[in-house]
T-cell receptor, first 113, second 111 residues
Framework: EAQVTQNPRYLITVTGKKLTVTCSQNMNHEYMSWYRQDPGLGLRQIYYSMNVEVTDKGDVPEGYKVSRKEKRNFPLILESPSPNQTSLYFC????????????FGPGTRLTVL | RKEVEQDPGPFNVPEGATVAFNCTYSNSASQSFFWYRQDCRKEPKLLMSVYSSGNEDGRFTAQLNRASQYISLLIRDSKLSDSATYLCVVHGKTGANNLFFGTGTRLTVIP
C-alpha cells in the first residue's frame, strides 16, 4: 500500500529536550516536505527536499532541522524544542513536477511543556 | 498580506444544497492551484487540481480566475460525507517550490 508514515503519532516532551520525528514514504518520491498546522494559521511549510542531500527552507524553518540521506526518509529534528513548537506536524511527499499533488502522513501531535 | 486567503466559514448547508467557496492568492506569478480536503484530526488529501479552463469531477467544479487572482470550488448536491474542511493551495513563486495553504473553509452538511 502506497503510504507516508510518521512516528511518533503523539509526543509530549519538555523544553530543551532534543527530539526527532521520523517520516518515511514507499512511493519512490523525490519531493518531501514538512508542515506544521496551527489553529487560525493553517498549514505552513517548514522545510522541503527535492532529492537526496537537497533540502531548502520553507515558510517557517526557525528551530527545526531536517536531513535527507535516503530517498525514502526525511526526519524532522527539533534540537531544543520550545512551547511555541507545540503543533500538529505533517510530512508529505510527491513526484517532482507534481508538488501540488502531495501525499500526507497521518500527522504527529507534539506538545512541548 | 497572506499568500492565500479563504473565508473560514463555517458553512452549514442542508443535504442537496449547492455551496461555493472562494480563495484569493497574492502572487500573480503563482504556477498552479489545488483544492485539498481535510477531515477532522486527519491529514489533508488532494481533492482536485484547478486548471485555467475550469474542471469538473462529478459534483465538484473548480475554476481559476488569473486576472482577479481567485480560485473557486463549487459542490453540487451536497452529501453528509462532504462535511470537512476544504483547503485552497497555491504553488508558489517562480523558481521556488514552496506550497502555500489557505487556512481552510469548514463545511458541515446537515441532514
Amino acid at each position: 500500500e502506497a503510504q507516508v508514515t510518521q512516528n511518533p503519532r503523539y509526543l509530549i516532551t519538555v523544553t530543551g529536550k532534543k527530539l526527532t520525528v521520523t517520516c518515511s514514504q514507499n512511493m519512490n518520491h523525490e519531493y518531501m516536505s514538512w508542515y506544521r498546522q496551527d489553529p487560525g494559521l493553517g498549514l505552513r511549510q517548514i522545510y522541503y527536499s527535492m532529492n537526496v542531500e537537497v533540502t531548502d527552507k520553507g515558510d517557517v524553518p526557525e528551530g527545526y532541522k531536517v536531513s535527507r540521506k535516503e530517498k525514502r526518509n526525511f526526519p524532522l529534528i527539533l534540537e531544543s524544542p520550545s512551547p511555541n513548537q507545540t503543533s500538529l506536524y505533517f510530512c508529505a511527499s510527491s513526484q517532482i513536477g507534481l508538488e501540488g499533488s502531495q501525499f500526507f502522513g497521518p500527522g504527529t501531535r507534539l506538545t512541548v511543556l | 498580506r497572506k499568500e492565500v486567503e479563504q473565508d473560514p466559514g463555517p458553512f452549514n448547508v442542508p443535504e442537496g444544497a449547492t455551496v461555493a467557496f472562494n480563495c484569493t492568492y497574492s502572487n500573480s506569478a503563482s504556477q498552479s492551484f489545488f483544492w485539498y480536503r481535510q477531515d477532522c484530526r486527519k491529514e489533508p488529501k488532494l481533492l482536485m487540481s484547478v486548471y485555467s479552463s475550469g474542471n469538473e469531477d462529478g459534483r465538484f467544479t473548480a475554476q481559476l480566475n488569473r486576472a482577479s487572482q481567485y480560485i473557486s470550488l463549487l459542490i453540487r448536491d451536497s452529501k453528509l460525507s462532504d462535511s470537512a474542511t476544504y483547503l485552497c493551495v497555491v504553488h508558489g513563486k517562480t523558481g521556488a517550490n514552496n506550497l502555500f495553504f489557505g487556512t481552510g473553509t469548514r463545511l458541515t452538511v446537515i441532514p
